[in-house]
């Protein structure tokens, strides 16, 4: 075996993990490279607006950093797709969990579904439609907050009560909460949100804030 | 045909030229096209499939990953190996070039006015003989020979026999530094500088400087190419990127190897060796200097006692000077606030030209610096030397980076250790047979 990330050689097989099937598939050092925090971000950002409430919680594992861009980099930009098992294991789930889902074209160039492929073996309900192209990444905070909501529920959906929402980065959190804002309004009571990464806050909020460049 | 340049001599998936679908069509149905398949699969036995990646040519399992594909609605599988220059998957079509290849026109154009020493001379002539009679060429020069100027001349006989050319190296840092040399010795070719995140220029220059990683793209383009510093990883190390030279080659195509420690397995027809420098002084010989116990010290954030006389030394005499390291860790590590650089290191180039100018005093590095640099009266250190890292080849080249101006030729080359290992012994040796020579 090799480190899925840095391509040296693994540790050999040990007793332990030939039995339980236990081996990590990224070397200790970049593991250690990655900046786990396990947090609810509070953002202000959605205040004031129609979307406020809409999400009743958000939960991240870790926090945005130089190794976890490159693992974005490689794994959502050049589409390296045997990735999504760097944090597959961490990423299991009770409840059936809804996918925020991306363009239909985009994830056709990439050949597969991000967010559904890294939240691999967990039940996914899909639920949501995107029906816009543009990228979060690309606006900033002001026109984030002031677009209008990409999602559409897809025909035929039934949406059930409580509702746990899967996405792989939070930033300011406009998509979470517009995505809980269309399933509340198709009768769901409560929506959750679970992000593998959260881009850390800026103080000054007037800042227009780049995102994260893939 | 009028799109020629945009195929010729290259290996590109279908989605990466910039022609209309019908158009490629079309060529594909008069014959000048051929496609192929991103990744080939074969089965051995009825359990046991066997892949190999199209464009990088690598067979082995760790290379491929299958996933479920949205694009061909079944399961697809990609090549990792090449990954960086896009995903080359079972579903993608790669085209190559099978028309008539357009003629170069022959031409000398070296606007280089400098002048050989007689031993450049003499190897230059023994490469421009293997050049005529069709015989691959190795040479072996020490460094700070003047290999640069010995491969214009050669690079200008191959222009002017009309044959197309390519110089490879595996080090992004030894291209970056010879490509404004090369550029000012040809002033009126078009030079194209090929490697990671650089841009894709349409069409075959009249020169192409690129990584051998680069050379991915390239399906049986030169007549000729030239590898700098074969020895160097991950060349040496890896299979497919000797395959991508030999893909790059027309057939009946030549390798020539450019090196100061040509390793045993690169075989070329004839040989020559260059044992001086330019300047005809001897290189620096190592010395080995014990520092026992400099693990202990540094794991207590101490610079080891032979280690701080020494570079209190060079800062006294006001030299610039180098420190080599084992690894990163140990380099992070070491107390001081010294400048300290690495392969993941964002301003690596401009570090060293800050040593270059005499603006920083010393650096401290791992074997990432050990080929391609030239500074003026530099001195060496090498910490850890029994390290496996530091192989022969690796010693000899660290001890290369001294003394390579007229001005100051000698220069102090220490290699600290706790214990003498094979690799030390022979590389010294190495040196000192050479300057017997």
Known sequence: MKCLLCDRQLMRDTWSSLFTGKQ??????????????????????????????????????????????????????????????????????????????SYQDSSFKRSFCHVDELFCGNNLLHLLKKTTSIKQSSRNL??????????????????????????????????????AAILKKHGAKQVHGICLVETLEKNDETETRKGIKL | MKNRHY???????????????????????????????????????????????????SKNPYHFATHYCLRCSGYCTYCRNCIRMGKISSCTQLIIWKGPRSEVQPESSLTWKGTLSDLQQQALEEWKGSIATGKSH????????????????????MRSR????????????????????????????????????????????DLTLATTHQLFRFHKAFNHVIIDEADAFPYSADATLVAAVEKSLVSGGFIHYVSATPSKHLHTDRKSLLAKRFHGHPLPVPRFQKALSYKKHLTRQKVPPVLDKWIAYQLEMERPFLIFFPTVRMLEDFPGNMERVHAEHPFRKELVQQLRDGKIKGLCTTTILERGITISNLQIAVVGTEQPI????????????????????????????????????????????????
């Open chain 1, 24 to 101: 990590d598939c990224v070397c200790k050092s970049c593991r250690a490279s990655f900046n786990k925090i396990a947090s609810s971000p509070e953002r202000r950002y959605v205040k004031g607006t129609e979307l406020e409430g809409a999400l009743d919680s958000i939960f991240c594992f870790y926090s945005y950093n130089s190794s976890m861009q490159n693992y974005f980099q490689r794994y959502k930009g050049e589409g390296d797709h045997i990735l999504h098992l760097v944090f597959s294991k961490e990423l299991r789930l009770r409840e059936p969990c809804v996918p925020i889902p």
């Open chain 1, 142 to 179: 002001a026109q984030r907050i002031q677009s209008s909501n990409p999602f559409e529920l897809l025909p035929g959906a039934q949406v059930p009560e409580k509702i746990v929402l899967i996405d792989d980065i939070f930033t300011t959190g406009v998509t979470m909460n517009q995505a």
């Open chain 2, 390 to 437: 530091f192989t022969e080849q690796a010693l000899i080249q660290i001890a290369g980076r001294a003394g390579r101006s007229a001005e100051f030729p000698t220069g102090d080359v220490v290699f600290f250790h706790n214990g003498v290992t094979e690799d030390m012994r022979r590389a010294k040796s190495a040196i000192e047979r050479l300057n017997m020579q």
């Open chain 2, 7 to 57: 195929f010729e001599g290259k290996i590109q998936p279908f989605e990466d030229i910039p022609l209309s679908q019908d158009t490629i069509a079309l060529y594909l149905q008069e014959g000048c096209l051929e496609q192929l398949k991103g990744i080939e699969s074969s089965r051995k036995s009825p359990f046991q499939v066997t892949f190999k990646c199209n464009r990088c040519l």
């Open chain 2, 162 to 205: 009309g044959e197309r050319v390519a110089i490879a190296c595996p080090r992004t840092d030894v291209i970056l530094e010879l490509a404004p040399r090369l550029q000012q010795a040809f002033k009126s070719l078009r030079i194209d500088v090929l490697y990671g995140g650089s841009e894709k220029p349409i069409g075959l220059a």
């Open chain 2, 138 to 157: 190795m040479i072996h020069a020490v460094c700070g020979a003047g290999k640069t100027e010995i491969m214009f001349g050669a690079l200008q006989l």
